[in-house]
């Protein structure tokens, strides 16, 4: 079988048999396949799609191209969320408390951020001693003594889906749903659990911008699931505005916890409360009413903010940062972005936000980048709300007074000023499920 031809019969619009599908991600994986042809391959994926079936079995290629985490070993049913990326979205750090603390077992492989976007495992490093890369033992050993375990994924964890994906970013092949589909649930399958919650975000700060392309990704990923025995459900949630009011890792930390204290922002809140209804309804805990009533409780127990202090000491941290996340503290520079004129906010594009916080030091431009924990922006105010000139929109901090300048420019340019108040976007698009999509 030769890679040429492979590459022929997918740029001519064909359909590749498992055997070819087989050959292309084992061949990049090991190295036999260059570069230069995987590019040619991408590409061809980009412009003439993959069928369902195509789409199932790069999906699993990629997820036996390495190992494959069996928690049968661990009790309970275990559930797990994605989400597809966003600005200020640290839902896995309210959800996954939450969930665990109403009996499911939640170990989670989570990522880094990358260019705009934040990934939890930054997010959990802020918070001083906690580890991230824990072995697997310990991983399995954490949750089967507090129910929770929240780690970064090691490098043998669907290893084609890392390879894959530095290519895509490298040959602009990243928004191409049978690719996203394959690199995400790849990843899902490898880590094993039993439900699994997909938060595919929708507009600017996301991979899909608009609601059709972001319910097409999620039918692929819940049709893939369904082929392999998964519970899965998919949310269209809103990232054309930041999630909450906080974006930066220690800043999002101190937002999710005043969520599980019950006293969050009611966007986060309210995304939060669906997901966790979701996880808990995937997982048979009841209908979805009663679910979202059990996340309710397990916040206003406290009992949700327990757990992610269990699982913060369990991972080596000191969870008295969750009980006193004042302790944090913030970056040491702190720069005002002030409204130019009367009106009312347009628009605060998700991308431009996220870039501004990444300038500050809360995000890295490239894999090797630094960052800065205590880093990040505040809002003020948010799309739909009324400011009057000179009335502070954001606070930018940085441990570097240089980059608050790039960032204060981007932030010009993702915020607009209006005369009329725009008209208000839903927080949660539709539902997707085996059954069909509910908007
Ligand atoms: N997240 C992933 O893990 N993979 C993609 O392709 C896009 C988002």
Not at 125 to 150: N, Q
Not at 403 to 425: F, S
């Amino acid at each position: 079988m030769r890679m040429y031809d492979i590459i022929i019969k997918k740029r001519n619009g064909g359909v590749l048999s498992e055997e070819e599908i087989r050959h292309v991600v084992t061949g990049f994986t090991n190295g036999d396949i260059p570069d230069y042809q995987m590019s040619a391959f991408l590409m061809a994926v980009y412009f003439q799609g993959m069928t369902d079936e195509e789409t199932a079995l790069l999906t699993e290629a990629m997820a036996n191209s390495g190992e494959r985490l069996d928690l049968s070993v661990l009790p309970g049913v275990k559930v797990d969320k994605h989400s597809t990326g966003g600005v200020g979205d640290k839902t896995t750090l309210i959800v996954a408390p939450i969930v665990a603390a109403c009996g499911c077992t939640v170990a989670k492989l989570s990522g880094r951020g990358l260019g705009h976007t934040g990934g939890t495992v930054d997010k959990l490093e802020s918070i001083p001693g906690t580890r991230t890369s824990l072995p697997k033992e310990e991983f399995l050993d954490v949750v089967r003594r507090t129910g929770i375990a929240v780690t970064g994924q090691s490098g043998n964890l669907a290893p084609a889906d890392k390879k894959i994906y530095a290519l895509r970013d490298v040959t602009a092949t990243i928004d191409s749903v049978p690719l996203i589909a394959a690199s995400i649930m790849s990843k899902k399958l490898a880590a094993g659990s039993d439900c699994i919650v997909l938060d595919v975000k929708t507009g600017s700060g996301a991979f899909m911008k608009t609601v059709e392309d972001s319910i097409r990704l999620a039918e692929k990923m819940v049709a893939i699931g369904v082929h392999n025995g998964k519970k899965i459900a998919a949310l269209i949630t809103d990232m054309d505005i930041p999630l909450g009011y906080q974006i930066g890792n220690s800043l999002e930390v101190e937002e999710a916890v005043r969520t599980l204290q019950g006293d969050g922002p009611s966007d986060l809140t309210e995304v939060s409360l669906a997901l966790a209804s979701q996880m808990l309804h995937l997982a048979g805990k009841g209908d979805l009413a009663s679910c979202e009533q059990l996340a309710r409780e397990a916040i206003a127990s406290g009992a949700a903010l327990e757990k992610l202090a269990a699982m913060i000491e369990g991972q080596g941290g000191d969870p008295d940062y969750i009980r006193h996340p004042e302790r944090l503290g913030k970056a040491p520079v702190c720069a005002e972005f002030r409204a130019v004129e009367d009106g009312y906010i347009t628009k605060m594009d998700s991308e431009g936000i996220g870039i501004a916080a990444m300038l500050l030091g809360a995000g890295r431009e490239t894999k090797e980048s630094i960052i800065d924990p205590l880093a990040g922006i505040i809002l003020e105010k948010k799309t739909g709300d009324p400011v009057k000139k000179g009335e502070t929109i954001a606070r930018l901090y940085t441990s570097d007074e240089r980059k608050t300048e790039a960032a204060g420019k981007r932030m010009q340019e993702a915020v607009a000023i209006g005369a009329e108040a725009p008209e208000k976007r839903p927080l949660i698009y539709a539902r997707v499920t085996e059954q069909g999509v509910v908007r």
